[in-house]
């Protein structure tokens, strides 16, 4: 083991850096620098742009790419370093599913399933009863002959899933595993792999352009843009008080951070001469997101305040909004102090005459 491997963890990144030979021999610089901890347990969602390197930083997790720099560790083991049975005893540990499910058309969904074990060389009663169990705990009972030309998008998933699972793997990795399905099949799946997560105690790295799949699964997230991660932690702190502008802008298309255009574009960064509206994003958390907090502030306060946008959600099992609200300027600082005091975050976007 390196020195930079992060002991108790199901999968680190340490100072990692990956380029590729791009056009005409230039170097392609993909990562830059990525530290990440995974603890095992944890549903960690990457989150980041086409080209952001997201691809890049999961296939590393299964030895399918070598970090050019710094050490990629699942388990303590040194992933990137890793050669011949030692690396494939890594890949036993580690399952993976795709956006476009990647199943041979040849097999039945038994025989999807089956593969992996195959290839390990499990015995055939032994390959049969564990398919049966897969079959079972994907919810794919009754479905074990048919083929993938057969299913559903959701049910090729749900194979993928149980193939992914067959040689009892500590960590999965879904490259957006949701992606090609419906809003409503989409639940299904991330229900599936939630229950997965909480049954076998796996671990959970997935990568998506979409933050309400986060929202919906996820226990901790990371921002990557350019090769780096700008942003990392529990997902309740990301969603509540969301620091990089990336994520900003992820979190715009379902928390209601987004300000409305005819807002948007009378924005100023300073206060101006006489009077104006002070914009202000609120975000309530935890037990404070139904509170009628606006409300009280006009009652007790005599500040009324005009509601801009705003939505209430759930992210994971807690309650969180977010108000854009403005007031009179005049009275924005006391309008936040009295919001803070009752537990409330407050954040001045600028102001408008
Ligand atoms: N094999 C390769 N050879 C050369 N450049 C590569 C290779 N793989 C990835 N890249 C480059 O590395 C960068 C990161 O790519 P990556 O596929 O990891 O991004 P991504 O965030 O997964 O994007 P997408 O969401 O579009 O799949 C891009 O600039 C890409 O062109």
């Keep these: 083991m390196t020195g930079n ?6 999968i680190s990144f340490s100072g990692v850096g990956k380029a590729f030979d791009g056009p005409g021999g230039a170097r392609v610089s993909a990562l830059q620098d990525v530290t990440l901890v995974i603890e095992p347990g944890a549903i960690c969602g990457i989150i980041g742009r086409s080209g952001a390197g997201k691809s890049t ?11 050019t720099s710094g050490t990629v560790a699942v ?12 690396l494939r005893a890594i890949r036993r540990e580690v399952g993976m599913i795709f956006q476009h499910f990647n199943l041979l058309s040849s097999r039945t969904v038994a025989g999807n399933i089956a593969l992996p074990l195959e290839i390990a060389g499990t ?47 500590r960590v999965l ?27 076998l105690g796996l671990t959970i790295l997935l990568i998506t352009h979409e933050m309400a799949v986060l929202r919906d699964i996820a226990s901790h997230m990371a921002v990557i843009e350019g090769g ?8 309740y702190d990301i969603f509540t008080r969301p620091t990089h502008p990336t994520t900003r802008s992820f979190l715009g298309g379902v928390t209601g951070l987004t300000l409305p255009g005819f807002i948007a574009g009378r924005l100023l960064d300073h206060r101006p001469e006489g009077p104006s509206e002070e914009v202000v994003r609120v975000t309530f958390a935890g037990n404070h997101a139904t509170d009628p907090m606006l409300s009280k502030l006009a009652v007790e306060r005599g500040i009324a305040s005009n509601i801009l946008a705003g939505a209430i959600e759930e992210v994971g099992p807690h309650p ?34």
């Design 5 to 10: 491997t992060i002991a108790g963890a199901a």
């Design 57 to 67: 930083l999961l296939r590393m997790v299964n030895g399918l790419e070598r970090p």
């Design 75 to 86: 388990a303590g083991l040194d992933v990137g370093r890793a050669q011949g049975a030692e």
């Design 123 to 169: 015995p055939p009663d032994q390959v049969r009863a564990r398919v049966a169990d897969l079959i079972a705990r994907v919810g794919l009972d009754g479905l074990a002959g048919r083929y993938p030309a057969e299913l559903s998008g959701g049910q090729k998933q749900r194979v993928g899933i149980a193939r992914a699972l067959a040689t009892q793997p």
């Design 173 to 199: 990795l879904s490259d957006e595993a949701t992606s090609a399905l419906d809003p409503e099949t989409t639940q299904t799946v991330l229900r599936l792999l939630a229950d997965i997560n909480r049954d």
């Design 228 to 235: 780096r991660i700008v942003e990392s932690g529990p997902i």
């Design 320 to 353: 969180f909004g977010n108000l854009l609200i403005s007031v009179d300027a005049a009275r924005g600082p006391e309008a936040r102090a009295y919001l803070e005091q009752h537990g409330l975050l407050t954040e001045v976007l600028g102001y408008v005459r």
